[in-house]
DNA sequence: ACCATGACTCCAT
DNA sequence: CATGGAGCCATGG
């Protein structure tokens, strides 16, 4: 579960009213064509609450469409309380809050 | 080591 | 960016 392991951190260390993608964090993990697994570390989400699953999205900002917190509106609303507001479609903008991990 | 699965991503239409 | 098909990566049996 190494590799698990790297996402929750990497995840885990997203500032609040950012996001990030499967595909950026797979790359920070050295394997940007890994983003499958990556979405598979946290489908497994071993650590809810600590894992902050709902500032992940896929290549164009969307939530993921099995996001198992309660619901895609739970996720919606804890992303508009940390300032990312995402719309109808449970869309982000990227350009907006893509977290550039301190680029 | 091989096959199957999955919260993805890219390419073509 | 909507849909459909193929590829890539990691995990489990």
Redesign the pocket.
Known sequence: ????DEVYKVVKLIPEGKVA???QIAKILC?P????????A??F?PLPGIIP?HR?V???GYL?????FGGMDCQAELLKKEGVFCDENYKVDLKVYQWKEGL
């Open positions: 579960m190494s590799f698990y993608t499967y595909g394997s064509k890994a983003s499958r697994a990556v979405g598979y946290l489908h989400n699953c992940v896929n290549r164009e993921a469409p099995a996001f198992a």
